[in-house]
T-cell receptor, first 114, second 114 residues
Framework: EPEVTQTPSHQVTQMGQEVILRCVPISNHLYFYWYRQILGQKVEFLVSFYNNEISEKSEIFDDQFSVERPDGSNFTLKIRSTKLEDSAMYFCASKENGPRAEAFFGQGTRLTVV | QQQVKQSPQSLIVQKGGISIINCAYE??????FPWYQQFPGKGPALLIAIRPDVSEKKEGRFTISFNKSAKQFSLHIMDSQPGDSATYFC?????????????FGQGTILTVHP
């Protein structure tokens, strides 16, 4: 069964460092998303990406965040200068076109900022 | 207005019992209401979803009840099993530029005792 894959599964970084979280969405999907989940809290929307551009972003997704689809298969989330409060589980999701299409989530990357 | 409120925060049920989780929303533009199941260390996985043109949808032991006028929807798990122990999130989304973006509830930790 096709699945969304994310790497790495766990990333530890020092405050102020840049991190890149990687995702390979399902191949025929057209919509891509990043969500985050702070430990014990709900899943929060960060950004959606369609047709090679950001279609929507949340208040959380400030200038420190950026997304890219550099090669038509990978979908990356970059955090330029990490803060302690960026520590969370980051989930990539993708879906195909259509109003009834299901969003498939990856296993997540646990980011720990120390 | 974008929030989805979920209750209870945690739920303990005996094997064979009925688990009921409730959600409420304010945004009348929401037109897709999925429920996600999340096991520890995993990404959310779609369990069942409903659109507002029907009041109930059943898939196996899982049923969504939808009350459009009250802006509420609920998940019923019949004959609950220990393997159902997980965190359950309701969510909602709407079309347009927010197409596919999911707004999640706070989550319910379900524990089914054998």
């Amino acid at each position: 069964e096709p699945e969304v894959t994310q790497t790495p599964s766990h990333q530890v970084t020092q405050m102020g460092q840049e991190v890149i979280l990687r995702c390979v969405p399902i191949s025929n999907h057209l919509y891509f998303y990043w969500y985050r989940q702070i430990l014990g809290q709900k899943v929060e929307f960060l950004v959606s990406f369609y047709n090679n551009e950001i279609s929507e972003k949340s208040e959380i997704f400030d200038d420190q965040f950026s997304v890219e689809r550099p090669d038509g298969s990978n979908f990356t989330l970059k955090i330029r200068s990490t803060k302690l409060e960026d520590s969370a589980m980051y989930f990539c999701a993708s879906k195909e076109n259509g109003p009834r299409a299901e969003a498939f989530f990856g296993q997540g990357t646990r980011l720990t900022v120390v | 207005q974008q929030q989805v409120k979920q209750s209870p925060q945690s739920l303990i049920v005996q094997k064979g019992g009925i688990s009921i989780i409730n959600c409420a929303y304010e945004n009348t533009a929401f037109d897709y209401f999925p429920w996600y199941q999340q096991f520890p260390g995993k990404g959310p996985a779609l369990l069942i979803a409903i659109r507002p043109d029907v009041s109930e949808k059943k898939e196996g032991r899982f049923t969504i009840s939808f009350n459009k006028s009250a802006k509420q929807f609920s998940l019923h798990i019949m004959d609950s099993q220990p393997g159902d122990s997980a965190t359950y999130f309701c969510a909602a989304s709407s079309g347009g530029t927010s197409y596919g973006k999911l707004t999640f509830g706070q989550g319910t930790i379900l524990t089914v005792h054998p």
